[in-house]
């Protein structure tokens, strides 16, 4: 797989696929590489030029070289990789490799099966194609934006990444997983279009429905985000707790289990009311560890809302191996990391296969691989069109 992509979604979309066997070649510039490598900009105990959280955290899995598009050399490299890859993915605006001359159909006359995957902020074609744009513009756009915060108050930014990782990363793997199975059995691959804002914009399933016959989801009043008592955060006595007794068996559960079964009549009631002042002041009561008690007696869908660095210590995470240490070379101490997502039985992911690579650090490697000698090579380096580790 030849990597192209910078920053989130190309990068954590080739993590995934690399976690699971894929030989992923990043292909970095002769400059700063790829920009996450400097944000955000140190992690203790780590000396080498891959020392960033962020790239550390994208980047396992890979190998990396430096090439040069603009030269004719460093084309030539990206040509005959393509030859045997099996994927290609990229994440510049749309006709910037075309202009290089090493788009999709030049790629595509040396190597027929290439899966091509073109990750963007509005896709291929449309107005907005060539427009520039980040995360919380393409939510924005997709109506995303406007569904997030409290009720009758301001959009807010959301917490995580929701266009980059669910809308193009995502996506992203699926739109290659099944270009690749149609070659496997055609011989044919293909050009797979991926917009982040019509990625995000799928995110909205549930709400689109009720919007395509005429209905007005506005943030704070969808039977999920804020409308009614038994599905909001509420405090609790040392931070908040979710309370999401949607169904009324749920619901019946919490109550008998507070003595207020007087509010079993109040599921639905609006976050403005007695109802939901009642449940406040019941949720103030107890600490997030003694609701957490509770849910496990009564099985009403009450957890505590943990921080993100609660979550990363819990059992729940660690039972999971969701956090793994990983060897990076010039690390004092493992480096901590994300585990794997994906749970398969057969053919489990391995996110210690390689650490993620500095800068250029596998030039030679992957130029001999090629076929260049040793001679070329360092013709090559001298030309410009390529380039080995920074020092």
Avoid at 264 to 269: I, N, W
Wanted: proline share 6%.
């Amino acid at each position: 797989m030849l990597d192209l992509s910078r920053l989130l979604p190309g990068p954590f979309a080739s993590l995934l696929l690399g976690d699971f066997g894929a030989d992923v070649i990043k292909i970095e510039d002769l400059g700063v590489g790829d920009y996450v490598r400097a944000y955000p900009p140190y992690v203790e105990g780590v000396e080498e030029t891959a020392k960033s959280s962020a790239f550390l955290a994208l980047n396992r899995n890979k190998r990396s070289i430096r090439i040069d598009l603009k030269t004719s050399e460093g084309r030539e490299v990206l040509l005959r990789l393509a030859e045997d890859a099996d994927v290609l993915l990229e994440t510049f605006r749309p006709g910037v490799l075309d202009k290089l001359g090493v788009g999709y159909e030049a790629l595509r006359a040396r190597n027929p099966r290439l899966v091509y995957c073109a990750i963007s902020g509005y896709g291929q074609t449309g107005p907005l194609r060539d427009r520039a744009g980040h995360d919380l513009n393409y939510l924005s756009l997709a109506g995303v934006a406007a569904l997030n915060g409290v009720r009758d108050g301001a959009p807010v930014n959301g917490g995580v990444q929701i266009a980059d990782v669910g809308g193009g990363a995502l996506m992203g793997v699926i739109g290659i997983l099944t270009a690749l199975r149609h070659a496997e059995r055609s011989g044919e691959g293909q050009f797979v279009d991926v917009s982040m804002t019509d990625g995000a914009l799928a995110w909205t399933a549930l709400e689109s429905g009720g919007a395509l016959r005429g209905e007005r989801p506005t943030r704070g009043h969808g039977l999920l985000t804020g409308q009614h008592v038994c599905y909001r955060p509420y405090p609790a006595a040392d931070g908040y707790i979710s309370v999401a007794g949607l169904e009324p068996k749920f619901w019946l559960a919490f109550c008998r289990g507070v003595d207020r079964e007087d509010l079993v009549p109040h599921q639905f009631d609006p976050p403005e009311s007695e109802a939901c002042a009642a449940v406040e002041q019941i949720t103030r009561s107890r600490t997030r560890a003694e609701w957490a008690a509770f849910n496990a007696e009564h099985d009403a869908c009450i957890e505590p809302i943990w921080e993100l660095h609660e979550a990363l210590e819990s059992d729940l995470v660690r039972e999971r191996e969701m956090v793994v240490e990983l060897d990076q070379p010039g690390a004092t101490t493992p480096v901590r990391g994300l585990g794997i997502p994906i749970k398969l039985s057969a053919t489990p992911g391995d996110p210690r296969r390689r650490p993620a690579p500095s800068l250029g650090e596998h030039t030679g490697e992957v130029l001999r691989e090629l076929g260049y000698d040793d001679d070329q090579i360092g013709a090559m380096i001298a030309a410009g069109g390529a380039a080995g580790p920074r020092r």
